[in-house]
């Protein structure tokens, strides 16, 4: 069973020092237009799900799929305070299951930010977000330097290969090895 970030770890992870080295409007801006539908796995207590939202607008959406309860009851209240409730579909997740075929062809971005290396399946992982993603559609993967090793993140880019997903950039994000793929 792969390692998974304890849900109390949430408030760590939202610390606004970390806006000086990840911002996530610089991060996600080139990726998220108005009117996107946008999954993202693992959204914790959501350090990127507002400016997701943001970005996504009111015509927008953005789903979330998290094993843990208590990471989504957090990013609910967050979600709410920035008035941004309507624009986030919050789901919970099961083991070895995104649980969104109910999206075929419907994203148009997934956000992969630290969390394919906690996944038990990440083949399958990368089978549902290609199902679930449009036709040049993008999905960002960046997975931390200090938990995944360069060829254990060689492994998850040939999953996301072997699924249909094409490597299209290689961006430079702070503490990550990264990789930006298309559905063609």
């Known amino acids: ?6 849900w109390y770890l949430g408030y760590f992870l939202l610390n606004p020092l970390r ?9 996600l801006a080139p990726f998220v237009k108005p009117g996107f539908r946008v999954l993202e796995p693992g959204p914790g207590m959501g350090y990127f ?31 709410k305070s920035a008035g941004y409730e309507k624009r986030i579909d919050m789901r919970l997740g099961r083991e070895n299951s995104l649980g969104v075929g109910d999206l075929p062809g419907e994203i148009d971005f997934v956000l992969a930010f630290a969390v394919v290396h906690e996944l038990g ?14 036709p040049g559609a993008r999905l960002l993967l960046a997975e931390p330097t200090g938990h995944v090793s360069e060829a254990a ?15 299209v950039e290689r961006p ?11 559905k063609i």
Not at 1 to 6: D, E, K, L, V
Not at 172 to 182: K, L
């Open 1 to 6: 069973m792969p390692h998974r970030c304890p």
């Open 19 to 27: 806006r000086l080295v990840q911002r996530p409007a610089r991060l």
């Open 49 to 79: 799900t507002l400016e997701l939202a943001r970005l996504a607008g009111p015509t927008g959406k953005v789903h979330v799929v998290d094993i843990e309860p208590r990471m989504l009851a957090a990013l609910a209240r967050r979600a």
């Open 121 to 134: 399946d990440i083949a399958s992982f990368f089978r549902e977000a290609a199902m679930a993603m449009k």
């Open 153 to 167: 993140f060689a492994d998850e880019c040939a999953a996301a290969e072997a699924a249909g997903l094409v490597i």
């Open 172 to 182: 430079d994000i702070w503490q990550s090895r990264a990789a930006v793929f298309a």
